[in-house]
């Protein structure tokens, strides 16, 4: 009987996108931690601005409290700089119990930085263009402005496509726009790993990794490293419930 529990929270009222992360946690084989996901009950179906993120931490969080007890470990799975984030960490119970609390974005920057090489960056592919400079700042902020470690960021290329569409689009576009961002990333030299940067691409990674053979040949292509921020997020919380922290 498992003992540990993991909450992933799609802030979003699309329950599809949370179906979508389903086949990502399974394949981790966490067998001894229960996961449970979490779908906003109303408010934004697709977060494509910060103001849809703040909406949509309204709709969660009444919901949100009464698990606050019942979980060992949270994930906010939106790729973003999400309110939840803070929020869930602030309440009192997370505090008290140390609950350990990450977004997606925040699970994928760090993840990237371990695997890439020292002379490599990392780089983020997302969704509309509005995200490039919101995700361009969140990741400095996080990592803090200056540090060597954000000399290391390659900066975010966009889709021009919402979260939605990713689903809803032609599938051939959809493709030619994913690989058409990667492709201009690649392009800033040195990068060694890609993150999905919405929580939408759960399962796109194959269309990254044609896009790296592509563009940098098989052999160079088959090196760049494609982070799904849901994956490393449950990954890092895995290890955290785990050890206490």
């Known amino acids: 009987m498992p003992s540990r529990s993991i909450l992933i929270i799609n802030p979003n009222s699309t329950s599809s996108m949370t179906n979508g992360l389903k086949p990502l946690v399974d394949a981790l084989q966490f067998t001894t931690t229960t996961h449970d996901f979490f779908t906003a009950p109303s408010g934004p179906k697709s977060i494509n601005n910060e103001d849809?993120?703040?909406?949509?931490?309204?709709h969660c969080l009444p919901s949100l409290e009464p698990?606050?007890?019942?979980?060992?470990?949270?994930?906010?799975?939106?790729?973003?700089?999400?309110?939840?984030?803070?929020?869930i960490k602030d309440q009192l119970h997370i505090k008290s119990a140390r609950k350990p609390v990450t977004g997606i974005l925040e699970a994928s920057v760090t993840t990237s930085l371990q695997i890439i090489?020292?002379?490599?960056?990392?780089g983020i592919v997302s969704t509309g263009k509005v995200w490039?400079?919101?995700?361009?700042?969140?990741?400095?902020?996080?990592?803090?402005?200056?540090?060597?470690?954000?000399?290391?960021?390659?900066?975010?290329?966009?889709?021009?496509?919402?979260?939605?569409?990713?689903?809803?689009?032609?599938?051939?576009?959809?493709r030619q726009k994913m690989k058409d961002a990667v492709k201009r990333l690649l392009r800033k030299g040195r990068v060694g790993a890609i993150c999905l940067g919405c929580a939408g691409m759960a399962g796109m990674d194959q269309m990254v990794r044609e896009a790296c053979v592509e563009e940098l040949g098989e052999e160079e292509g088959s090196r760049?490293?494609?982070?799904?921020?849901v994956m490393a997020g449950v990954?890092?919380?895995?290890?955290?419930?785990r050890s206490g922290f």
């Open 224 to 229: 760049v490293r494609v982070v799904d921020g």
């Open 67 to 87: 698990l606050y007890e019942k979980y060992d470990g949270f994930l906010v799975a939106c790729y973003s700089h999400h309110p939840l984030v803070p929020t």
């Open 117 to 122: 090489h020292p002379d490599e960056r990392f």
């Open 235 to 241: 990954a890092w919380l895995e290890g955290a419930v």
């Open 52 to 58: 849809d993120a703040a909406e949509s931490a309204k």
């Open 132 to 174: 490039e400079e919101i995700l361009s700042e969140a990741v400095v902020d996080f990592l803090g402005t200056g540090s060597e470690a954000s000399k290391r960021f390659a900066g975010v290329e966009t889709t021009g496509l919402n979260a939605t569409d990713l689903h809803d689009a032609p599938p051939e576009l959809v």
